[in-house]
């Protein structure tokens, strides 16, 4: 009998794990039919954002999520199917960004990526930062942030890896006016 519920109880618990692990990792092919993709990154790219400089609010120049990507490109770092995230979908991430975009690197796992999000404000960074920086365990997120950038992946990515990714995102230059 106490088998029974020791296997009903690691079956639920992994059933909960999936569905959790669904839930945050937001599936490469989730917004797919919202782009037109062609078969280069550069098309792609082109659907995501402007390479012109982009302005905060307050007018200042910033910097952008398209910028962000060339840099881990030229630095040599995976940054595949760009894929645009959404301020209209259902995940509960608060949809404060001026732009969000989800990066596949397929060297941890297939659907494994990071996201980065531009903001026209520091409270609007803030809140997605904090909701970010909210989980722990297993649901942990690395979290950095460059002037109006947000980055974001999983604790599930190498350290040694997320450590690449972060100082080529803190060396983007920031803008002048």
Same mark, same amino acid.
């Given at each position: 009998m106490? #088998? =029974?519920?020791?296997?009903?109880?690691?079956?639920? %618990?992994?059933?909960?794990?999936?569905?959790?692990c669904a839930a945050c990792g937001q599936n490469v092919n989730q917004h797919r039919d919202e782009?037109? =993709?062609? !078969? !280069?990154?550069?098309?792609s790219r082109e659907e995501i954002g402007s390479t012109e400089v982009a302005r905060a609010s !307050?007018?200042? +120049?910033?910097?952008t999520v398209v910028q962000a990507i060339k840099a881990f490109e030229n630095a040599g770092l995976e940054c595949l199917e760009p894929t645009p995230i959404s301020t209209s979908d259902s995940s509960p991430v608060p949809k404060t960004f001026s732009e969000g975009v989800r990066c596949v690197?397929?060297?941890?796992? +297939? !659907?494994?990526?990071? #996201?980065?999000?531009?903001?026209?404000?520091?409270?609007?960074?803030?809140?997605v930062k904090d909701y970010y920086e909210a989980f =722990?365990?297993?649901?942990g997120s690395y979290v950095y942030v460059k002037e109006n950038l947000l980055f974001? =992946?999983?604790?599930?990515?190498?350290?040694?890896?997320?450590?690449?990714?972060? #100082?080529?995102?803190?060396? %983007?230059?920031?803008?002048?006016?």
């Open positions: 106490k #088998r =029974t519920y020791v296997v009903v109880l690691c079956v639920a %618990l992994s059933a909960a794990i999936l569905v959790l782009i037109a =993709t062609g !078969d !280069d990154q550069e098309s !307050d007018g200042a +120049p910033s910097l690197v397929p060297s941890v796992s +297939p !659907d494994h990526g990071f #996201r980065i999000f531009s903001f026209s404000s520091e409270d609007n960074l803030q809140m =722990t365990g297993f649901l974001q =992946t999983s604790v599930s990515m190498p350290v040694e890896l997320v450590e690449e990714y972060q #100082r080529v995102f803190e060396s %983007l230059p920031v803008p002048e006016n």
